[in-house]
């Protein structure tokens, strides 16, 4: 037999357990999955560099905006950035993705970024993630793409933070605009610590 | 940034980034990248210390990076809209034209010479 259960508002009946539907139980506004993992808030926030760089070997502290096109879409809370320090809204698991674009004329062997974790307000940094890539010599100046991504378990939102790093063989110019993303920093709530 | 398909140099911040590194400049108002709108950021990473130090550039002036975007474009031009670009469009790679030197050097000296004849320096 189908039936259907209209109602306006289904509130748990024992104070603390929520209201569990078939596995999956909701509470406070939050979801709790059967199979595992909780969701009681999502959010998502991008930040871009808004002006060129020219490094061999820098953390990006400056020149950082967060997305501002007409049609930019944002989820939830805000990222905040110090100095090039992250802070996140919320504790929770997080997906953090640096996307790096750069350009140089002549060769460059490597050309690396990283996301970089701490868990004690930055008295020290861990490398959570890391890519290269490299430019051949071909007279004219040469782009690269790269793209690092690390799951974050942010506990305590005063001492669990990131920063992004850059490094290179050799000078290049890591490009920054402030009308689309190029080099950028993506932030995704997936779920409560 | 410089134009992408082309890749020559068409703004003052294309000379600005070559001139130091670090994130020593940024702009009051990054949708109007003028220079009245030039900052210097007080800070810039140092990577000896892998931290924060005071920023020891100075601003250069508008005469400045006006000059410098124009010299940046006078080399792009000259590496791209010259001689120096159309008679690399026209000799043989590398590899053949070695081969061409130990079959007949006077006949490479003839073709390097005809391609130099046809695009003159100037």
Same mark, same amino acid.
């Given at each position: ?21 078939d ?73 953090v ?97 | ?42 800070k ?8 924060l130090?005071?920023?020891p550039?100075?601003? +250069? =002036?508008?005469? @400045?990076c ?7 474009? !006078? #080399? /792009? ?12 469009a026209?000799? +043989? =790679?590398?590899? @053949? ?5 130990f079959?007949?050097? !006077? #006949? /490479? ?14």
């Amino acid at each position: 037999m189908t039936s259907t259960v209209k109602v306006d508002t289904i509130s748990e009946n024992t104070s603390a357990n929520g209201v569990v539907v078939d596995s999956v139980t909701l509470k406070d506004g939050g979801v709790t999955y059967g199979g595992g993992g909780s969701v009681s808030s999502l959010m998502t926030d991008i930040f871009r560099m808004s002006a060129e760089l020219t490094t061999s070997d820098a953390d990006i502290t400056a020149n950082l905006e967060r997305a501002d096109d007409a049609t930019a879409g944002k989820l939830g809370s805000n990222m905040t950035e110090s100095s090039g320090v992250f802070t996140f809204p919320s504790t929770g698991i997080y997906s953090v993705q640096f996307n790096v674009t750069g350009k140089r004329n002549g060769a460059a062997r490597y050309i690396g970024c990283q996301i970089y974790g701490t868990a004690n307000n930055g008295t020290a940094w861990d490398s959570l993630a890391l890519s290269y890539e490299s430019i051949d010599n071909q007279s004219a100046e040469v782009y690269m793409m790269m793209r690092a991504e690390a799951i974050f378990d942010c506990t305590d939102t005063s001492t669990h933070k990131v920063k992004f790093y850059l490094n290179s063989a050799a000078n290049v110019i890591f490009t920054g605009d402030t009308n689309r993303n190029t080099t950028c920093m993506i932030f995704k709530r997936l779920g409560d610590t | 940034m410089s134009d992408i398909k082309t890749g020559r140099p068409n703004h003052i911040e294309d000379y600005l980034v070559q001139l130091h590194t670090q994130q020593w400049f940024g702009w009051a108002d990054s949708k109007n990248k003028i220079y009245a709108n030039l900052i210097l950021h007080p800070k810039i990473y140092d990577a000896s210390s892998k931290g924060l130090v005071n920023n020891p550039h100075s601003k +250069p =002036s508008e005469a @400045d990076c006006t000059a410098g975007l124009k010299a940046l474009q !006078d #080399a /792009w031009d000259l590496e791209n809209d010259s001689y120096k670009s159309k008679r690399r469009a026209e000799y +043989p =790679s590398i590899g @053949d034209q070695l081969d061409e030197i130990f079959k007949d050097i !006077d #006949a /490479w000296k003839n073709r390097i010479q005809a391609i130099k004849d046809a695009n003159p320096k100037g």
